[in-house]
Nanobody, 125 residues
Framework: QVQLAESGGGLVQAGGSLRLSCAASGRTYSRNTMGWFRQAPGKERNFVTAIRWSPGRTYYADSVKGRFTISRDNAKNTVYLQMNSLRPEDTAVYYC??????????????????WGQGTQVTVSS
């Protein structure tokens, strides 16, 4: 089992920045890919970004490219999501996820085995 705990959400004005953290515990050696998804009220959970734990290759949804950056700290078993130039449409609950398999479907929620509880990000206009 892998446990994931997100933190860092909050309320920010448009154009501002936030950094989310996702701390992994448990059988962390089994996770291969870490991802962030987001879900706005009444909408599906959508892919935001992902990182292969080794060698650290990153992937981004088109809507966040150039604004968001995913990174990891191996020693802390933590993944970060730096969000800059935030927009009202970025408002959602952000979820951290971990996958144990190594595949190509990392943009799909079904690819991931473990999920955090989510953290709310609200961007005001």
């Amino acid at each position: 089992q892998v446990q994931l705990a997100e933190s860092g959400g909050g309320l920010v004005q448009a154009g501002g920045s936030l950094r989310l953290s996702c701390a992994a515990s448990g059988r962390t050696y089994s996770r291969n890919t870490m991802g962030w998804f987001r879900q706005a009220p009444g909408k599906e959970r959508n892919f935001v970004t992902a990182i292969r734990w080794s060698p650290g290759r990153t992937y981004y949804a088109d809507s966040v490219k150039g604004r968001f950056t995913i990174s990891r700290d191996n020693a802390k078993n933590t993944v970060y999501l730096q969000m800059n130039s935030l927009r009202p449409e970025d408002t959602a609950v952000y979820y951290c996820a971990a996958a144990t398999a190594y595949g190509s479907d990392l943009e799909y929620a079904r690819y991931y085995d473990y999920w955090g509880q989510g953290t709310q990000v609200t961007v005001s206009s």
